[in-house]
Each structure stands twice: as C-alpha cells, then as structure tokens.
C-alpha cells in the first residue's frame, strides 16, 4: 500500500536513530501523509518495516489522537481541553466552532 518513496523515507528515518525503533512515530506520520490515514495494512506493512508485531503498532496508532484509522477531513481543527484550557473557556470555543460548522467533535 505504500508507495517505494514513502518506504525509503522512513527507512531513512529508521537511520537517524540509534535504535530504528525511536522512528516509528515520525514513520507513522510520514505514513499517514501519503495515505490520509492508517488503515490496518499500513499499520501491518510499517510495523514489518520496523519488525514488530502489528500489535504494538495499532497500540501506538489508537494511543495518540494526531493518527487516524479512518478517512477523515481535509482540515483537521484540533482543540486543547486541558485543565488550564477550560479555565480559559475552551468549551465555549468548541460549542461555538460546532454551531458556525454544523458539526459535533470528530464529525466532518
């Protein structure tokens, strides 16, 4: 599914690292860019790249909210809600990003 390209970057990613093992987030995103997201076969093929169980890569993948398993949008509109995030309104920012979009979180 990955193009030769894509895997040559991320084998070269793989070499800027003492352990290639510490390239496997930035692999991911590289991934990511030239499929939109990470389905479960990008998921397989990188982790074989990297020898390791798809496990422990799908792990990683649902771990973090920055990668998609899903299609998603063109524009990804990312909210902090952190605790000093509400204290400065961020539930007033999101309720009124959904009214002007018509959308609710992780609708697109």
Same mark, same amino acid.
């Given at each position: ?7 040559? +970057? %991320?084998? *070269? ?9 510490? +390239?496997? %987030? ?9 499929? @939109? ?7 397989? *093929?990188?982790?074989?790249?990297? @020898?390791?169980?798809?496990? *422990?890569?799908? +792990? ?12 998603? @949008?063109?524009? %990804? %509109?990312?909210? =902090?809600?952190?605790?000093? =995030?509400?204290?400065?309104? =961020?539930? +007033?920012?999101?309720? @009124? ?12």
């Amino acid at each position: 599914m990955l193009t030769a390209k894509t895997i040559q +970057a %991320i084998q *070269e990613l793989q070499g800027l690292y003492p352990q290639k093992r510490s +390239a496997l %987030i930035p692999a991911l995103h590289v991934a990511q860019a030239e499929v @939109g997201y990470l389905p479960h076969a990008v998921q397989e *093929e990188v982790a074989s790249l990297f @020898g390791l169980d798809t496990t *422990e890569v799908h +792990a990683l993948v649902t771990f973090y909210d920055m990668f998609y398993e899903e299609p998603v @949008g063109k524009h %990804i %509109i990312h909210l =902090c809600k952190n605790a000093s =995030c509400m204290l400065r309104g =961020c539930d +007033a920012v999101l309720q @009124g990003l959904c009214r002007k979009l018509g959308i609710k979180p992780g609708e697109t």
